[in-house]
């Protein structure tokens, strides 16, 4: 019997401490109000851009803030995964956008089109422009499905693909053609993108419980399970990139390095990908694609992008630590836009939200911020249902487990699954709040 804990009672007592804890982390009404008729945009209402938009509002009397977004519902992404394996409906992670606003934010329904960082403006599609003292780019990636010849998003749940990121539709769509997989069986083939991308935990999650759920119907000899990776291992971090080989190894799941995705021929079921050694074809009875991702154009035409690395995917050039705009001090980067070396999870924004307020709050009031971003990223890697590890890692691959000897980090516990099945999503909705 593991020494970890092991009772409902002694979880729900965790859970509980640890959204007090977190909604306790920063005392929001002990900071005083600061008095500013500041101009201050956010691009990008989803996580970061709302729960910014939150804490500015309750820190900031005077300031005018505004956020553009388009977007009508605002998605719980954490959630896509247990929708694409039909453990949530699609509705689990759709809420309105305009239900996690405060009062004392305007919001302009639309995509911003433009960004002059030397005359302060953002343009939207209208053709709307505003005047900023201060703006905080969040708006987001882009999922590039069109990188993937042969594919579009109207095959998904049909011929065996599925692909689940691009939304709730989509990740049950998903799980129509999954499922399908897990009666029948077959030649089941997983990937992930060369660029970095959003939760790189999410295809192996994938990978895991579509695994399990086959083997839990008893159709686990019907099946044949391989994961494709443009990389030369699992995950960034070595650690845990060893730790999932040997689970995909205890499991059955073979694994192919340094293949990247290029095309797929969705009538044959044929997958093509690049390798070292030229392209090799594979095919398939399910393939789970993830696209390539990058910035949206507004970042990378606004000359905001990083000139010298990702130059394929225009992340924005920012301090690692502060998340400062390099060339432009009045530009801070959040969330899955921002150009550093991790923190394009939901947990990293709960960590780079605060970050941000406190340097543009420090610009304000013309003293020196005090608050940094360390890389913090967690992954409640699932393996199977009911068990998860719950990973924790820094800019320099470090372990950083928030409950040191009662969840480690690198075992499969129950304790683990139910911080992502019961904790996660109220903290989640605590950040939008600006309470976490």
């Known amino acids: 019997m593991t020494k970890f804990l092991t009772t409902r009672r002694q979880f729900f007592g965790l859970a509980a401490g640890g959204a007090a804890a977190a909604s306790m982390s920063v005392p929001r009404e002990a900071l005083a109000q600061v008095q500013t008729n500041a101009r201050i945009v956010i691009i990008g209402a989803g ?235 594979i095919d398939y009875d399910y393939i789970h694609v993830i696209p390539p991702q990058r910035a949206p154009d507004v970042i990378r035409q606004s000359g905001l992008s990083w000139a010298d690395k990702w130059t394929d995917q225009g992340w924005v050039e920012c301090d690692m630590a502060s998340l400062r705009h390099l060339r432009y001090p009045e530009i801070w980067a959040l969330g899955d836009v921002a150009g550093v070396p991790k923190g394009k999870t939901a947990a990293s924004v709960k960590w780079q939200v605060p970050v941000v307020e406190d340097g543009l709050v420090s610009a304000i009031e013309g003293t020196e911020p005090t608050a940094t971003y360390n890389g913090y990223t967690s992954c409640p890697m699932i393996t199977q249902i009911g068990r998860a590890m719950l990973v924790e890692f820094d800019y320099n691959n470090d372990l950083t487990p928030s409950f040191p000897g009662i969840i480690a980090p690198l075992e499969e516990l129950w304790i683990s699954w139910l911080m992502k099945e019961v904790a996660l999503k109220a903290t989640y909705n605590a950040m939008l709040r600006g309470r976490a």
């Open 47 to 281: 996580a970061g851009g709302t729960a910014l938009a939150n804490r500015l509002v309750r820190r900031l009397e005077g300031a005018k803030i505004t956020l553009i977004d388009p977007r009508v519902d605002h998605l719980y992404q954490p959630g896509l995964t247990l929708v694409a394996t039909g453990l949530k409906p699609a509705s689990y992670v759709s809420s309105k956008t305009t239900d996690w606003l405060p009062d004392g934010v305007t919001l302009i329904a639309e995509k911003a089109a433009a960004i002059d960082p030397i005359a302060k403006t953002v343009s939207t599609e209208s053709g709307q422009a505003l005047d900023y003292d201060f703006l905080v780019v969040a708006p987001g990636l882009i999922l590039d499905h069109d990188a993937i010849e042969g594919f579009s998003l109207d095959m998904v749940g049909q011929n065996g693909i599925g692909a689940l990121y691009a939304g709730p539709e989509y990740a049950a769509k998903t799980w129509q053609a999954a499922s399908k997989f897990t009666e029948e069986g077959g030649f089941g083939l997983f990937t992930r993108p060369e660029t970095e991308m959003k939760c790189a935990g999410a295809p192996l999650k994938h990978t895991f419980l579509i695994d399990d759920i086959t083997k839990r119907a008893g159709n686990g000899t019907k099946i044949d399970m391989h994961y494709a990776a443009p990389q030369t291992s699992l995950f960034g971090v070595p650690i845990v990139a060893e730790k999932v080989r040997m689970l995909f190894k205890d499991r059955g799941i073979a694994s192919h390095y340094q293949h990247t995705l290029k095309s797929i021929d969705a009538e044959a079921r044929r997958a093509t990908f690049a390798t070292p050694d030229g392209t090799t074809e």
